[in-house]
């Protein structure tokens, strides 16, 4: 709709209702503008990780999953350099076309891994902290 028209029917409703329903009409109109246009995206990790259809090569490949989860590359670095970080677990190539990936299983957080993915260029990015669970049945998925 266009702003004339908007107003036009915002005008209309005020008097043929009272103002308090052009105001509502009004604020959800807003609403509706401002979610289209400018909110920020939420990605429900955990929902997306324990869903029954979503699958490990998925998981590597999404990139709004990616985006969500991914840690600052120091951060990155420094769990990936500290020999007291964890354990890395490698995970089996999964056609994703991505490179290879590990879960790391840190120290002292038997809930939590950080899955950490290497880009063609040899970069890894480091994702997470993430549900140890979750991600334990996406790779048994991805195995069997």
């Avoid at 036009?8 to 401002?34: N, T």
């Avoid at 600052?72 to 354990?87: E, F, R, Y």
């Amino acid at each position: 709709m266009r702003p004339a028209m908007i107003r036009a029917s915002l005008s209309r409703l005020a008097r043929c209702r009272g103002g308090a329903i052009a105001g509502i009409a009004a604020a959800v109109l807003l609403a509706a503008c401002a979610g289209q246009n400018g909110a920020s995206k939420h990605f429900d990790v955990d929902a997306f990780l324990r869903a029954s259809d979503t699958a490990l090569p998925e998981v590597l490949a999404n990139p709004d999953f990616l985006s969500a989860t991914q840690a600052s590359a120091t951060d990155c670095a420094t769990l990936l350099q500290s020999t007291s970080s964890g354990v890395l677990e490698d995970l089996h190539p999964t056609g994703s076309g991505r490179g290879p990936a590990w879960l790391l299983h840190p120290a002292g957080s038997p809930a939590k891994v950080w899955l950490v993915v290497s880009k063609g260029s040899g970069e890894r990015t480091c994702h997470g902290p993430l549900p140890a669970d979750a991600m334990k049945s996406l790779v048994e998925r991805a195995g069997a």
